[in-house]
T-cell receptor, first 116, second 113 residues
Framework: AQKITQTQPGMFVQEKEAVTLDCTYD???????LFWYKQPSSGEMIFLIY??????QNATEGRYSLNFQKARKSANLVISASQLGDSAMYFC?????????????FGTGTRLTVIP | EAQVTQNPRYLITVTGKKLTVTCSQN?????MSWYRQDPGLGLRQIYY???????DKGDVPEGYKVSRKEKRNFPLILESPSPNQTSLYFC????????????FGPGTRLTVT
């Protein structure tokens, strides 16, 4: 069965510091995709970054990078130089490969608070 | 502007009163889906559609119906809402079932009393 685990309900980080949000996953499928989404207090879901299981390099998008460790089945999100606007809920997700559709399994989320 | 729209954004209703939450996208996307978000549970998929007239159950379909009569619209129907369907609902779409980027609507906050 596929599963996404986020063990940090809440995290605090000082402004301008880097922070790592943990995500582990479980799947028996060799082909999968991993995502991170940001949900600010306004409620919308914002796509941040994607990593395919066969991608050789860790994905990066601006201040976001995905630390992909396949053997450990982890896909941690690293946010560099945190800003106050980074305060939000962050969800790790994996594409559901059971159906061949574009369905996503989500973790329970980590609430990040950036301290000025 | 490319977007996914949902209506209404907020709704308070009573148990048993049928309601429909609409979802529309203007990007000619084949794939659409509905999720619900509950505290401590993340987002869970309710139904999805890979194309017109093609729909299938997600992980939590009980108490919901959907239809996909045209490509741009994917309404979520609650025939007899119950308090345990109080939740934040998201519609999402992508170009097709292979596209990794999904566009989410703004969410609909539903309260059933």
């Amino acid at each position: 069965a596929q599963k996404i685990t986020q063990t940090q309900p809440g995290m605090f980080v000082q402004e301008k510091e880097a922070v790592t949000l943990d995500c582990t996953y479980d799947t028996s499928d060799p082909s999968y995709g991993l995502f991170w989404y940001k949900q600010p207090s306004s409620g919308e879901m914002i796509f941040l970054i994607y990593q395919g299981s066969y991608d050789q390099q860790n994905a990066t998008e601006g201040r976001y990078s995905l630390n992909f460790q396949k053997a450990r089945k982890s896909a941690n999100l690293v946010i560099s130089a945190s800003q106050l606007g980074d305060s939000a809920m962050y969800f790790c997700a994996m594409r559901d490969t059971r159906t061949g559709a574009n369905n996503l399994f989500f973790g329970t989320g980590t609430r990040l608070t950036v301290i000025p | 502007e490319a977007q996914v729209t949902q209506n209404p954004r907020y709704l308070i209703t009573v148990t048993g009163k049928k309601l429909t939450v609409t979802c529309s996208q203007n990007m000619n996307h084949e794939y659409m889906s509905w999720y619900r978000q509950d505290p401590g549970l993340g987002l869970r998929q309710i139904y999805y559609s890979m194309n017109v007239e093609v729909t299938d159950k997600g992980d939590v379909p009980e108490g919901y119906k959907v239809s996909r009569k045209e490509k741009r619209n994917f309404p979520l129907i609650l025939e007899s809402p119950s308090p345990n369907q109080t939740s934040l609902y998201f519609c999402a779409s992508s170009f097709d079932r292979h596209s990794y980027e999904q566009y989410f609507g703004p969410g609909t906050r539903l309260t059933v009393t």
